[in-house]
């Protein structure tokens, strides 16, 4: 059975960092593209960074040079540095993981509150 558990997620002023994690089991992260969505209240979810199969990163333009996405293949694990948040950066974040750009999970998720 395939899991995926968040964590790090909390209340922080603006400015201030979360350093977001989501373990994985069940499943294979060398042969999968994982990332991190968000979703704010009234809003639709969206892609916030991903790392693809062979390594590359990518992000929304919003949180580039701010946020940093890395994994660890090894520990079925992904991470989200989040850095200088903004009050906008506020909303649920979901772990996703799409395997040979087949099968989709998705984590519970994690709220991030950035206080102004």
């Known amino acids: 059975q395939v899991q995926l558990v968040e964590s790090g997620g909390g209340l922080v002023q603006a400015g201030g960092s979360l350093n977001l994690s989501c373990v994985g089991s069940g499943i294979s992260f060398s042969v999968s593209t994982v990332g991190w969505y968000r979703q704010a209240p009234g809003n639709q979810r969206e892609l916030v960074a991903a790392?693809?199969?062979?390594?590359?990163?990518t992000y929304i333009d919003s949180v580039k040079g701010r946020f940093t996405i890395s994994k660890d293949n090894a520990k079925k694990t992904v991470f989200l540095q989040m850095n200088s948040l903004k009050p906008e950066d506020t909303a649920v974040y979901y772990c996703?993981?799409?395997?040979?750009?087949?099968?989709?999970?998705w984590g519970k998720g994690t709220l991030v509150t950035v206080s102004a």
């Open positions: 790392v693809r199969i062979t390594g590359t990163p």
């Open positions: 996703h993981v799409n395997v040979l750009d087949r099968t989709q999970y």
